[in-house]
């Protein structure tokens, strides 16, 4: 069973354009939602996160719309760069104490010069 | 310091040998993980230790054995491991205690069993 579903699995945005990926969940037990970005060879770093008691958080060109009641989230990249080429994840944690993540099977964003 | 190191970052074992792979970090996290990556997949959760001690294990087999020797030290050791265990392994650290609290990823290990 799925928990964390991703899409598009992949995705091709001109310099400049904006990056949509989406993300829904199923289990109303996750509080805590983060999108991290992983480099080839790299792990993944944390790029922003939210949490369910806001619809929307803005860090620089990077933005997270949140909708509860859809159980959907999504990423939005502003001003897309070729240096943002990367996989990115969405993932879900539930208020256990601890940071466990289950991660949505991630988008491969491309975007050209 | 905000920095997972992992060592080493490439191993390269046959199914009959032992090795380790090693994760430290100094940002005082009190929780710390092991994820196993396959490739264009994303990570899956291995273990779980908080205050040194395992608290999840996500029914991973035997031959991947676990140990946190202290606060900044995690471990992972490998034994008769199998070719499609081949994969990025990646350490994790976090806060405890507070839900949502950023987890740090290491490089990761990239292993491959012949």
């Keep these: 069973q799925q928990q964390v579903k991703q899409s598009p699995q992949s995705l091709i945005v001109q310099k400049g354009g904006i990056s949509i990926i989406n993300c829904a969940y199923e289990n109303t037990a996750f509080d805590y939602f983060p999108w991290y970005q992983q480099f080839p060879g790299k792990g993944p770093a944390l790029l922003i996160a939210i949490r369910p008691d806001v619809s929307e958080k803005k860090e620089g060109r990077f933005t997270i719309s949140f909708n509860k009641s859809a159980k959907q989230f999504s990423l939005h990249i502003m001003d897309s760069q070729p240096g943002d080429s990367a996989t990115y994840f969405c993932a879900a944690s539930k208020n256990s104490g601890y940071s466990t993540l289950t991660f949505g099977k991630g988008t491969m964003l491309l975007v050209s010069p | ?114």
Excluded at chain 2, 34 to 45: D, G, M, R, T
């Design chain 2, 1 to 114: 310091d905000t920095e997972v190191t992992q060592t080493p970052k490439h191993l390269v074992m046959g199914m009959t040998n032992k090795k380790s792979l090693k994760c430290e970090q100094h940002m005082g996290h009190r929780a710390m993980y092991w994820y196993k990556q396959k490739a264009k997949k994303p990570p899956e959760l291995m273990f779980v230790y908080s205050y040194e001690k395992l608290s999840i294990n996500e029914s991973v087999p035997s031959r991947f054995s676990p140990e946190c020797p202290n606060s900044s030290l995690l471990n992972l050791h490998l034994h008769a491991l199998q070719p499609e265990d081949s994969a990025l392994y990646l350490c994790a650290s976090s806060l405890l205690g507070t839900a949502g609290t950023e987890a740090f990823f290491g490089q990761g290990t990239r292993l491959t069993v012949v």
